[in-house]
């Protein structure tokens, strides 16, 4: 019995080199797609933060825009009237009846 034992053994350790080797190959395979996948992750990351560092860049320059038009429009000069331009050579004038 210990003989038949013996030569499965013998046969079952020189897979097991194979496998160590093949085993060695997938592992190294996977931390290189690991490796990438990370590095795209990365720069995922870096452009998520500069579109958000420009839409907030953005949304300052209107709010500041906003502000100084507030401004202008309440330093205006008080004979003023506002008209818009409904189409055309048509205007429609608001606010003229309303500062007597």
């Given at each position: 019995?210990?003989?038949?034992a013996?030569?499965?053994a013998t046969?079952?350790?020189?897979w097991?080199?194979?496998?160590a080797?093949v085993?060695g190959?997938?592992t ?7 490796a ?6 990365a720069?995922t990351?870096v ?16 709010l500041r ?9 309440a ?5 003023l ?9 048509s ?10």
């Amino acid at each position: 019995m210990t003989l038949g034992a013996n030569i499965g053994a013998t046969q079952f350790s020189a897979w097991r080199g194979l496998a160590a080797v093949v085993g060695g190959v997938a592992t190294a395979i996977a931390v290189s797609v690991a490796a990438v996948v990370a590095v795209v992750f990365a720069a995922t990351l870096v452009v998520v933060g500069f579109m958000a560092t420009a839409l907030l860049g953005l949304a300052a320059f209107a709010l500041r825009g906003r502000r100084q038009a507030a401004r202008a429009k309440a330093s205006a000069d008080p004979n003023l009237i506002e008209a818009r331009n409904v189409g055309g050579h048509s205007w429609v004038a608001y606010g003229w009846n309303e500062r007597r």
